[in-house]
């Protein structure tokens, strides 16, 4: 079952624009961390965001966490070509470091 | 490159067949996950071992089976294979084994086409 549900599904944007991307999630996590997809490859871990955390950045990496909510924000800024790939956001329990993805969005950027 | 090997990348077998998934950790990581990744699925957990021991459980079908050996590299078995198996098949290792909090490293994963 996946634990986080993630909106849009699916993003198209121009280069230079920022990208937005939601995941929410169903129960309490100990962290939440970002990974990315390129086509049919394997996951590269982005960001992780620990349960106490509100707001981390890295480079243009901006996530955030709201546990009131059970969501979580990744906004990558400046977005380049480059950047078209799949996002994952995945959590991780009270107990043990299995992690529980959601179903992804899907981000195109057109040069 | 994450590190994290995994043999082979494409393997296309029959209906009811057994296939052996092989991953070597990166240098150093004691645990090993397993997922499957599938269109109508998404990206499921299916089992993780720590040092040599199963330490969590997930999704994982009975016909599956996995183990971790004293060199940490580690293999996941199908058997009795069927056309709803095929998937992206992915290994990932990280540092420690189960506060919580770890990166997980994927491998590029092997390509399961059941025919």
């Known amino acids: 079952s996946q634990q986080g549900e993630e909106d849009p599904q699916a993003l198209s944007i121009q280069e230079g624009e920022n990208a937005t991307m939601n995941c929410s999630y169903k129960?309490?996590?100990?962290?939440l961390q970002w990974y990315r997809q390129n086509s049919g490859r394997g996951l590269v871990h982005l960001i992780l965001?620990?349960?106490?955390?509100r707001e981390k950045h890295s480079g243009r990496l901006r996530v955030t966490l709201d546990t009131s909510k059970k969501s979580s924000s990744l906004l990558i800024t400046a977005s380049r070509a480059a950047d078209t790939a799949s996002y994952f956001c995945?959590?991780?329990?009270?107990?043990?470091?299995?992690?529980?993805f959601g179903g992804g969005t899907r981000v195109l950027v057109k040069p | 490159d994450s590190g994290v090997t995994q043999t082979p990348k494409h393997l296309i077998t029959a209906t009811g067949q057994r296939v052996t998934l092989r991953c070597s950790p990166r240098?150093?990581?004691?645990?090993v996950y397993w997922y499957q990744q599938s269109l109508d699925q998404g990206l499921q957990f299916l089992i993780q071992?720590?040092?040599?021991?199963?330490?969590a459980k997930g999704n994982i079908l009975e016909r599956f089976s996995a183990q971790q050996f004293p060199d940490l590299h580690s293999e996941l078995n199908l058997s009795s294979l069927e056309l709803g198996d095929s998937a992206l098949y992915f290994c990932?290792?990280?540092?420690?084994?189960?506060?919580?909090?770890?990166?997980?490293?994927f491998g590029a994963g092997t390509r399961l086409s059941v025919l």
């Open positions: 990932a290792s990280s540092p420690s084994g189960g506060q919580g909090g770890d990166i997980q490293y």
């Open positions: 129960t309490s996590i100990n962290n």
């Open positions: 965001i620990r349960s106490n955390e």
């Open positions: 995945a959590t991780d329990e009270a107990a043990g470091n299995k992690l529980t």
């Open positions: 240098s150093g990581d004691l645990s």
């Open positions: 071992y720590y040092n040599g021991e199963e330490r």
